[in-house]
């Protein structure tokens, strides 16, 4: 079937290549227009559209709202369009100098919604789309495109789950998930599909490069792409040229960053105490008398007694990055382009003291982007896009995450970090210190280079019927990793405690070694190809449009391993039909036909249609007299969605059995291992989407817009084991998975905005979302738990990822055994230790007297937050302009346990909670106890419970941006037609309800790094 499309679009081809290059009619006809946009109070206004009512001649205005344009087309009238401002229509005259009053769009009517494979006014939408433009990303300072996300875009759930400096991970879920496990959404960047990496790819492109991002939502959009689009798709549409005169635009800044969290770091007098009373609890001798604490206290014999806090000696109170950006821009009826180039440096968080190589994490990150469209003649364009990124990552010689989180096993009590000869001082129980990661493993350089290239034609077929155009895009991405490691090791020395001088001991048989060089490299690229057929024609109140497409990708992933290196290969096509009347009433038709050769044949194509509509009230004539009421729209989809990504392995439907040699003999016999059966039936994932809009606009200020949506999957993936007796005779993680599971997510959104200009100087905006989204898991074949479970069912009707602990009985009034007699009372037996007075008390909920796992109940949420929120606003007066954004989540919550969490670990690690623990003393006058009392070995206290379940909701005050643009004679003095000046911060304010301030709602927890705050000052300068 490609090979005829393709000698279809060749003849096509042939035939716009042989047209005439214009046309004939208007040649010798060229008028050139000059004038000048303003907005209702007479301010000039750049950036604006300006292009010919047969679209062939444009021009775009400078920031005096200047504008020139040369018509030669036949165009009776001009078309006038800029962001935020409704598109207006002027007649040509006899006159050449326009004066245009744009008004504002306040409901966004006109906006071009970018759907991936189409776009949309969102006038006509009748789905679920959520958009941002680049602009309002880059008030964000921040390395990472997925970091400026959070707040921005209601109905798209945003988890730093990793906050490394230029490498943080961002979760994101669009309104939740669709399935039990948490699978990111699709990306599409310009029309391309990146389905394997994609949120890697994300971090790829910067704020200044993007024109929008969409967020697909709901089947209305989502159903074109067939078994890649349930859950959700995320459209990236970077900058194109404008017709204009070049527009060189730069920005430079410098920012500083620091933690917004710090683990509680003792001093040793504290921490000693703290160890003395955890072996007083167990009832073992005291680790430090009392002479010795007096030293820690004092401070009199440092060698001794020494008192470190390491957190202070390897963590520097600020990091810097810097960032240079300069983009291009600008064209003619010919040709247009955009150019961008960013340069971004990453200085590192940690003190070192090697002095025979750097081991202080520094990164650097370059990339460009190029967008060329050339108009060869009047039928036929082509366009190229290119970008590309080098980023060399320079690190210690094991990981910055392995690095901070050693800093904290270490007590303070410990002399180092070296003895007087230089070698590293550890502790019997840290098999890797600090120091040594830091200052003696070598050094490792990565070096990421991705590169994408695309190259398109783009046929006008008005030759056949006006309106109709054929697209061909060839697409190709490759990525590589290249790692040059420097290994290096190092003697690990201990303290001699049985001597009264300062004596030490070797630890182990680790040697101090030279630096051994090695290298590593990873490699994935993807081939696309795709051909659009479009439509789109007025007849008088009609409007008529439709698109069918076809898509090929060869992927091959970075895996080395059989059968995962083989090359992924996926075919798609799909097509839309829209209709809208009189702008008042919109339908739309979506069908999607897929498939991978993941699936048998029998089940490989799967079928993803949906149907949407709108209702626009307000544009009825009945409802014209309401003025107040400025919109009015109804919205409503249904269709489904498809998902491949379902964690199977390669080739699910088929048996995997490998042979290998082996055997008494081996190079005479062969040993064949059968892995996991084959299921020749298994399919992908289709949800079932449901979505209820409701848009309203008040006095043409007020826009406020409803959603309550439904997803369904009947064929979720599961495994089987859940059914099968564990004593049989194939291992349980052999059977193959079944298309037999039931989930169901579903919620609500709200978003609200205001925006208005009220005199010539100030304007004002404001705004706010609200997403609530509960996923629950009806079916996965859950076995049954025996009777005298609390609870026999841990997945089934919990939302995924629900955790399940014992609960704390507060009837005491502390819910601490504050006694022996209280203990004994109690009846209580534990299946996992033997309480002591000062433990936690655990509700005994099946009545049997004993604690253990049949005890345990539902704990938290889920996985995944089900409240998402956010609210910005800003204003603009004379030269100044401030934007604020406060982002946070609701109904999240985690059960953690860990280094930090207990105080077992290591020599003992205390975190904030543990000062305030248990003791008799404490109970009897009254004070505050924060936790039970402590022990040096595992306790009963040491489970997961609800007392260590920590609420991560929180509020936080996520950009403050303040502009200041110089004079416009300032900025001609050096030539430059706008100077603005940007003071602005990230992550500056959090409110939140942890149990302790020793670490942060996002991140992993104690020993992890946490969200950093960032401080930037920089200047933007337009030529």
């Given at each position: 079937?490609?090979?005829h ?12 290549l042989l047209?005439?290059a ?22 000039p ?11 062939k001649?444009?021009?775009s ?5 200047l504008?020139?344009?040369a018509i030669n087309?036949?165009s ?15 007649p ?14 306040a409901?966004r009517k006109?906006e071009?919604?970018h759907l ?5 006014r ?33 109905g798209l759930f ?10 943080a991970n961002?979760?994101?879920?669009v ?11 699709l ?10 990496q994609s949120?890697?790819?994300?971090e ?11 967020i ?7 159903a ?9 798709v ?6 194109r ?20 969290t ?15 009373q955890?072996?007083l ?13 007096a030293?820690?206290?004092?401070g ?7 008192n ?13 990055m ?10 003619n ?5 955009f ?11 940690f ?36 970008s ?10 094991v990981?910055?995450a ?26 019997q ?11 003696r493993?070598?050094y490792i ?6 590169t ?7 046929l006008?077929m008005d ?8 697209t ?6 490759t990525?590589?990793?290249?790692s ?16 009264e ?5 070797k ?31 007025d007849?008088?109140k009609?409007?008529?449009?439709g ?14 391993n ?13 097509a839309e ?10 339908l739309?038709?979506d069908?999607?036909?897929s ?7 029998n ?8 149907v ?8 009825e004539e009945?409802?014209?007299?309401a003025?107040?009421l ?12 498809a ?15 490998t ?11 062969y ?7 084959g299921?020749?039936n298994?399919?992908?994932?289709v ?8 848009d ?11 959603d309550?949506?439904?997803?369904r ?6 495994d089987?084991?859940?059914s ?8 349980l ?16 959104e709200i ?7 009220l005199?010539?100087d ?19 074949g859950?076995?049954?738990r025996?009777?005298?479970y609390?609870?026999r ?15 704390v009985d507060?009837s ?6 504050n ?5 004994a009372?109690?009846g ?6 033997d ?6 008390i ?7 007297g ?9 704990v938290?949420h ?12 800003g ?5 100044f ?16 346990g ?6 077992t670990a290591?020599?003992g ?10 003791t ?11 936790w039970?009392?402590?022990s040096?070995e ?8 609800d007392?260590?379940?920590?609420d991560?909701?929180?509020?936080r005050?996520k ?5 200041y643009?110089?004079?416009m004679q300032?900025a ?8 603005r000046f940007?003071?602005?911060g ?7 309800n942890m ?5 942060g ?5 104690y020993t992890?790094?946490?969200v950093y ?11």
């Amino acid at each position: 079937m490609i090979p005829h499309i393709v000698i279809k679009f060749r003849l096509c081809l042939m035939v716009a290549l042989l047209c005439p290059a214009g046309s004939l009619l208007a040649q010798g006809m060229t008028d050139t227009l000059r004038g000048r946009v303003s907005d209702e109070w007479g301010n000039p206004l750049g950036g604006i559209l300006v292009h010919s009512e047969n679209g062939k001649n444009g021009s775009s205005t400078d920031l005096e709202g200047l504008f020139s344009i040369a018509i030669n087309d036949g165009s009776s009238y001009l078309v006038f369009s800029g962001d935020g401002y409704l598109s207006q229509q002027v007649p040509l005259a006899q006159e050449t100098d326009f004066q245009v009053e744009m008004q504002r769009d306040a409901h966004r009517k006109d906006e071009i919604v970018h759907l991936g494979y189409s776009s949309q006014r969102r006038e006509a939408l009748s789905g679920a789309v959520a958009t941002v433009t680049g602009e309002e990303l880059e008030r964000s300072p921040v390395a990472n495109l997925s970091q400026a996300f959070a707040g921005r875009l209601p109905g798209l759930f945003t988890q730093e789950t990793f906050s490394e400096l230029s490498r943080a991970n961002t979760d994101l879920f669009v309104r939740g998930i669709s399935a039990a496990r948490a699978t990111e959404p699709l990306v599409v960047i310009d029309g391309i599909v990146c389905s394997y990496q994609s949120n890697e790819t994300l971090e790829y492109i910067s704020a200044n490069e993007i024109e929008s991002i969409s967020i697909l939502k709901d089947a209305a959009s989502q159903a074109l792409y067939g078994i890649q689009g349930a859950n959700g798709v995320i459209v990236i549409t970077t900058k194109r040229g404008r017709k204009g005169k070049l527009q060189i635009n730069g920005r430079l800044d410098q920012s500083m960053q620091e933690v917004t969290t710090q683990p509680t770091f003792y001093n040793s007098a504290e921490y000693a105490e703290m160890r003395n009373q955890a072996a007083l609890n167990d009832g073992e001798a005291l680790l430090f008398s009392a002479e010795d604490i007096a030293h820690y206290r004092n401070g009199d014999q440092p060698d001794l007694f020494p008192n470190n806090n390491w957190y202070n000696r390897y963590i520097k109170d600020f990091a810097s990055m810097q960032r240079l950006g300069v983009n291009l821009n600008g064209g003619n009826d010919k040709v247009q382009f955009f150019s961008n180039v960013n340069f971004m440096h990453q200085g590192g968080q940690f003190n070192t003291e090697q002095t025979s190589y750097d081991p202080a994490p520094n990164n650097l990150w370059f990339n460009y982007r190029s967008n060329v469209d050339m108009n060869l003649n009047d039928y036929l364009r082509a366009f190229v896009r290119l970008s590309g990124n080098v980023k060399r990552e320079h690190t210690a010689g094991v990981g910055n995450a392995d690095i901070y989180g050693s800093i904290f096993q270490l007590p303070p009590t410990m002399y180092g970090p070296l003895t007087p000869e230089g070698q590293v001082v550890t502790t019997q129980l840290v098999g890797a210190p600090t120091y040594g990661m830091l200052n003696r493993t070598g050094y490792i350089n990565h070096t990421v280079t991705n590169t994408t290239s695309q190259f398109g034609l783009d046929l006008n077929m008005d030759f056949l019927t006006k309106g109709l155009n054929l697209t061909g895009i060839f697409a190709y991405q490759t990525n590589s990793v290249g790692s040059l490691r420097t290994i290096q090791n190092y003697e690990r020395w201990l303290r001699n405690d049985e001597s009264e001088e300062l004596a030490f001991i070797k630890k182990g048989d680790e040697l101090n070694t030279p630096l051994a060089y090695t290298k590593g490299h990873l490699f994935y690229y993807r081939l696309t190809y795709r051909a659009t057929l479009d439509y789109q024609r007025d007849f008088g109140k009609h409007n008529i449009g439709g698109m069918a497409y076809m898509f090929y990708q060869n992927l091959t992933k970075s895996n080395t391993n059989s059968p995962e290196l083989l090359p992924y290969n996926r075919v798609s096509s799909g097509a839309e039909i829209r209709y809208g009347y009189d702008n008042r009433y919109f339908l739309k038709g979506d069908i999607g036909y897929s498939g991978s050769e993941q699936y048998a044949r029998n089940t490989r194509y799967t079928t993803t249609p949906a149907v949407s509509a709108a209702w626009v009230i307000s544009n009825e004539e009945f409802m014209q007299e309401a003025a107040w009421l400025s919109q009015l729209k109804l919205r409503a989809a249904w269709g489904k969605t498809a998902n491949d990504q379902s964690g199977l392995g390669r080739y699910a439907y088929l048996d995997n059995v490998t042979v290998q040699g082996g055997g008494p003999i081996g190079y005479l016999q062969y040993l064949v291992n059968e892995n996991q059966i084959g299921n020749p039936n298994i399919a992908a994932e289709v949800s079932t989407k449901q979505n209820l809009g409701l848009d309203i606009g008040l006095f043409n200020a007020v826009s406020l817009s409803v959603d309550v949506f439904k997803e369904r999957m009947e064929n979720m993936v599961v495994d089987a084991a859940g059914s099968i007796p564990q004593y049989q005779g194939v291992p349980l993680l052999n059977y193959p998975a079944l298309n037999a599971g039931v989930f169901e997510n579903k919620g609500y959104e709200i978003t609200a905005d205001f925006v208005k200009r009220l005199n010539r100087d100030l304007s004002i905006q404001l705004g706010g979302a609200f997403t609530y989204a509960k996923n629950t898991v009806i079916s996965r074949g859950e076995a049954l738990r025996t009777e005298d479970y609390a609870y026999r069912k841990w997945e089934e009707g919990y939302s995924f990822g629900q955790q399940f602990g014992y609960l704390v009985d507060y009837s005491n009034g502390n819910g601490f055994f504050n006694s022996a007699e209280e203990l004994a009372n109690s009846g209580l037996t534990y299946d996992f230790g033997d309480p002591r007075v000062g433990d936690l008390i655990y509700q005994d909920l099946n009545q049997d007297g004993s604690i253990d796992e049949r005890d345990k109940a539902p704990v938290g949420h889920g996985a995944v937050p089900r409240i998402v929120y956010g609210f910005s606003g800003g204003l603009t007066y004379r030269a100044f302009d401030l934007n604020f954004l406060f982002q946070g989540l609701g109904q999240y919550e985690t059960m953690l346990g860990g280094t930090g969490i207990w105080e077992t670990a290591f020599d003992g690690v205390f975190g904030a909670l543990h000062r305030n623990a248990w003791t008799a003393e404490r109970y009897a006058n009254g004070e505050a106890i924060s936790w039970p009392a402590l022990s040096l070995e595992k306790t009963v206290n040491h489970e997961m419970s609800d007392f260590v379940n920590y609420d991560r909701s929180y509020l936080r005050l996520k950009n403050l941006e303040l502009g200041y643009t110089l004079p416009m004679q300032t900025a001609k003095a050096i030539s430059a037609e706008k100077i603005r000046f940007v003071l602005s911060g990230q992550n500056l304010l959090t409110w939140d309800n942890m149990k302790s301030d020793d670490f942060g709602p996002e991140g992993a927890g104690y020993t992890s790094f946490p969200v950093y705050r960032v401080y930037s000052l920089g200047v933007n300068v337009i030529f």
